[in-house]
């Protein structure tokens, strides 16, 4: 003799209701979706490394501690040949484009520095930007896709290795 099946209905009840509400959600979030990661923007790099400021102390061989903008010591760095600058912004790079390939090309009057392996530009910038000593840089950035991943998932050969 079984005595209360009412709570076992209840729980088929809230089983079944788990799944439709499982179910509306991911048709919500299939047809509304998330959108792609594009990737990093060339032109956003440029602006964010053009505003940047920066102590002369913190990125060159001098002892002055004057804050000036990172394009003033890209040139110095540039034109002199000290690495410490050209070092940061590879690691900035590095670190701001998550694995895609890229490759800067700094020039400051007659010197030229690049940085990166030359890609097939995704997406690419370039502009002149006024240094305080005199003159201007110009920086020209581009930003390659992704290579794709060989995860179980992505990678139909895996299932026969």
Known sequence: ?????????AFVDAIAFMAILVLA??????????E?????????VLDAISSSKARLSDLT?????????????????VHTGDG???????????RHCRGHPYSAELEFGEDRKTIG????ARSGASGDYPVSSGGSIR?????????????PRSCPLWWTL
């Open 117 to 120: 392996d030359g890609v097939k």
């Open 25 to 34: 959600i991911s048709a919500l979030s299939v047809s509304y979706g998330f």
């Open 36 to 44: 792609e990661e594009n990737g990093p923007n060339a032109s956003e």
């Open 139 to 151: 920086i020209t950035l581009s930003i390659g896709e992704r290579r794709p991943s060989c995860a």
């Open 61 to 77: 061989d001098m002892e002055d501690d004057a804050v000036v903008y990172v394009t003033d010591i890209l040139a110095y760095s």
């Open 84 to 94: 410490k600058a050209m070092e940061y912004l590879q690691d900035l790079l590095d």
């Open 1 to 9: 003799m079984l005595k209360g099946t009412g709570g076992m209905t």
